[in-house]
């Protein structure tokens, strides 16, 4: 007696097999459905994160056939491991380096101008001044830069990086920081009057950061227009917060931190 098949589908109509790929951190993939074409940040239990190249992230289901790779239609599954699929960079873009062990700091230094400077400067580029052994210190303010400078005494194999505020031609700063002449030491600046201005107004929910009249305290009037907590340590702390990495914060910003560590790294 002949056996026949339940799926009375005439083969020629079937949906061929397609593969199944393991979505794993940095693959890159489309979603037929909404066009949204990004790499993989997260998979978990059901569902598929990706970021695109502005940094907009989507979460899709791990649906069968679900997913185009280089025009190919496949089924994403989750990797073998059980932990989520890892970030392939670091918080500032470096190309992560996992397990890498942090280096024994090097004589050269990077001093930047206060407390939340060096707390936001920690937490995007931490893992990479880890990697390179490079040690960042905060100032409280830079008026005396030049006989700090002449006390740390900075030499071929002890290169020191300094970032200032409100870094612009013709202002105090810009004077103090010309003043500096030793070709082993290299002091750069954002426009910003305050670090605050680096992160980007839409990381913390706001449209531009307020103008405050001359003479005033600018964190504090800045709380005020905003109708923020004047407690301006416990604000900081919620800025920081929305801070996830580089895309969170102002080029003015990241191409200085990027110059000075470049500079003290030199061999």
């Known amino acids: 007696m002949r056996q026949y098949s339940a799926d009375l589908?005439?083969?020629?109509?079937?949906?061929?097999?397609?593969?199944?790929?393991?979505?794993?951190?940095?693959?890159?993939?489309?979603?037929?459905?909404?066009?949204?074409?990004?790499?993989?940040?997260?998979?978990?239990?059901?569902t598929v994160t990706l970021e695109d190249r502005f940094g907009k992230h989507r979460v899709f289901p791990l649906e069968p056939r679900g997913f185009l790779l280089e025009g190919r239609v496949v089924t994403l599954?989750?990797?073998?491991?059980?932990?989520?699929?890892?970030?392939?960079?670091?918080?500032s873009g470096s190309v992560a380096v996992p397990g890498a062990r942090a280096r024994v700091a090097r004589a050269g230094?990077?001093?930047v101008e206060g407390r939340h400077d060096a707390e936001l400067v920690e937490k995007v580029w931490g893992d990479d001044l880890r990697v390179e052994g490079v040690v960042v210190e905060y100032l409280e303010g830079v008026d005396d830069l030049p006989a700090i400078v002449a006390e740390f005494a900075p030499g071929p194999d002890a290169r020191l990086g300094v970032l200032v505020?409100?870094?612009?031609?013709?202002?105090?700063?810009?004077?103090?920081?010309?003043?500096?002449?030793?070709?082993?030491?290299?002091?750069?600046?954002?426009?910003?009057?305050?670090?605050?201005?680096?992160?980007?107004?839409?990381?913390?929910?706001?449209?531009?950061?307020p103008r405050v009249p001359h003479g005033q305290d600018w964190k504090t009037g800045v709380c005020r227009a905003l109708g923020w907590p004047e407690n301006t340590g416990a604000v900081w702390q919620a800025i920081l917060k929305r801070v996830g990495s580089y895309k969170d914060l102002e080029p003015?910003?990241?191409?200085?931190?990027?110059?000075?560590?470049?500079?003290?790294?030199?061999?």
């Open 109 to 111: 230094r990077i001093y």
């Open 165 to 209: 505020d409100h870094l612009l031609p013709g202002t105090k700063e810009w004077r103090i920081a010309r003043s500096v002449t030793s070709e082993h030491a290299l002091v750069v600046g954002h426009p910003y009057i305050d670090i605050w201005e680096a992160v980007k107004p839409s990381a913390v929910g706001i449209e531009a950061w």
């Open 252 to 267: 003015e910003l990241l191409g200085r931190v990027e110059e000075l560590i470049d500079f003290v790294t030199v061999s």
């Open 77 to 91: 599954v989750r990797p073998a491991s059980s932990s989520p699929a890892r970030p392939t960079r670091t918080a």
């Open 9 to 46: 589908t005439p083969p020629w109509k079937r949906p061929k097999p397609v593969p199944e790929v393991p979505a794993e951190a940095g693959l890159v993939v489309e979603e037929p459905g909404s066009g949204f074409c990004g790499a993989v940040i997260r998979c978990e239990a059901g």
